[in-house]
DNA sequence: AGACGATGCGGAC
DNA sequence: TCCGCCTCGTCTT
């Protein structure tokens, strides 16, 4: 599940259930010991930061939080179930209870483990607002690299939140190759790139799920929300999808709706 | 029962 | 560029 619109949903979710609350934690898999530290703790915050989340307790600590392929948090009503084995944190509030398994990262932070997470992190779509600055030098740094757009749009460090199925919907989207070198767009198409990623990210964030497709403003079914990601047919030419791989993952465009450069263009 | 894949990432080479 | 790790629902035997 968890592109960056997953990991703002839960800031949110959390924020909504155990902000302000007395918290008990505990690990029942054992694999957060620090867990102990902030048992019976007031929540004071939450935040996402691309596809990283954080749990401010107060009194330096921070808890990040990172669910990788496979995280999940769930929520529970009271009376709670007894925890899975692999439930790595359980958070109980006044009454809901939030259990997270499978994270690829859970720990507690410093505040030099702070700072330098979120000087490694680029530009998130999702972020309240982004000033003119940053946009301006991840343009500058798109113009530098020598890496095609559809591996950037998967470079944490770069654009934050997007994950392999927004890259292949905001592509298409954008009538783009994603073998377009990046250093090749004109900053109107990185303007677009970044408008499209804002307005599908957040609107992930209201759906709780990714869509892309939008009939009439209608919510379309889940196997009918994407375009290109895992599909055959294009919904637009009813042509063959192609799939190649792209930063290591696989990466599905359109060969028609997203042609082939023929000459770069900047400005 | 076992295999497989998945919306991710960091480290080794 | 590949490998390993995190977990579990779904599919195959």
């Not at 990991?7 to 898999?29: C, F, K, M, T």
């Not at 190759?177 to 599908?200: G, Q, Y």
């Not at 294009?234 to 999808?241: F, K």
């Not at 190649?244 to 082939?260: E, I, M």
Request: proline share 7%; aromatic share 6%.
């Amino acid at each position: 599940m968890p592109e960056g619109h997953t990991i703002h949903r839960l800031a949110l979710d959390l924020e909504r259930d155990l902000v302000g609350h007395p918290v008990e934690a505990s690990s029942p898999q054992g694999r957060f010991p620090d867990a102990d530290r902030l048992d019976g703790r007031t929540l004071r915050s939450t935040e996402a930061i691309g596809k990283h989340l954080l749990l401010h307790f107060g009194a330096g600590r921070v808890v990040h939080v990172h669910l990788g392929l496979f995280g999940r948090f769930r929520r529970h009503r009271r009376p709670a179930p007894p925890p899975r084995d692999t439930t790595r944190l359980r958070l109980a509030g006044p009454d809901r209870t939030w259990d997270l398994v499978g994270p690829t990262a859970c720990e507690m932070l410093t505040s030099a483990d702070l700072r330098s997470l979120r000087a490694r992190i680029g530009v998130d779509p999702i972020a309240r607002r982004t000033s003119r600055a940053d946009l301006d030098r991840t343009f500058a740094t798109l113009a530098r690299t020598r890496r095609e757009v559809g591996a950037v749009l998967l470079d944490q460090a770069i654009f934050s939140g997007i994950g392999n199925v927004y890259r292949a919907e905001i592509l298409f989207l954008l009538g783009i190759d994603p073998a377009t070198p990046a250093r090749d767009l004109s900053r109107r198409d990185f303007d677009a790139i970044w408008r499209k990623a804002r307005e599908l990210l957040r609107l992930g964030v209201v759906e709780r799920r990714i869509v892309t497709v939008r009939d009439a403003g209608r919510r379309p079914p889940r196997r009918e929300a994407l375009h290109v990601y895992k599909r055959e047919v294009c919904r637009a030419c009813t042509g063959p999808i192609s799939r190649t791989t792209s930063a290591g993952r696989s990466l599905w465009w359109c060969p028609t709706c997203q042609p082939p450069r023929r000459e770069p263009t900047r400005s």
